[in-house]
């Protein structure tokens, strides 16, 4: 979700866990999976998020080693997608006349370092 600073001082915890819940569950449908199932539990006061993934119908003619190689490999790959980290990224507000001043010192150390390279 996309906080600014001044949001984070009123989020509860469960606007948290819910947030959670929803990037997990974006995660499962681009795996293709059918409706996940996702819940909450609460143990001696931590939260925990439960996900149940329904498996994808294998064609009948795989044996059930080919079954359940294939069950096993798609749970893998879920956990991998569901548990991958998720990356920030910082920005800074800039004017466009800050960038095109920006731009044109760069495009002056640029000569210069070639300049002393030649």
Do not use: C
């Not at 819910?18 to 939260?47: H, M």
């Not at 996900?51 to 080919?66: F, H, L, N, S």
């Not at 466009?96 to 044109?104: K, L, P, V």
Request: charged share 30%.
């Amino acid at each position: 979700m996309d906080y600014t600073e001044g949001d984070r001082e009123g989020l509860t915890k469960d606007q948290v866990v819910e947030d959670i819940k929803t990037i997990i569950d974006a995660r499962v449908k681009a795996l293709g999976s059918a409706e996940p199932t996702i819940k909450t539990k609460v143990y001696n006061e931590e939260t925990h998020i439960l996900v149940q993934i329904p498996t994808p119908e294998w064609p009948a003619t795989m044996t059930k080693e080919q079954r359940n190689l294939s069950t096993q490999q798609y749970i893998a790959q879920a956990k991998r997608v569901i548990g991958k980290v998720v990356n920030l990224e910082f920005k800074e507000y800039r004017t466009a006349s800050e960038i095109e001043a920006a731009q044109e010192l760069r495009a002056t150390y640029l000569s210069e370092v070639q300049s002393e390279i030649a």
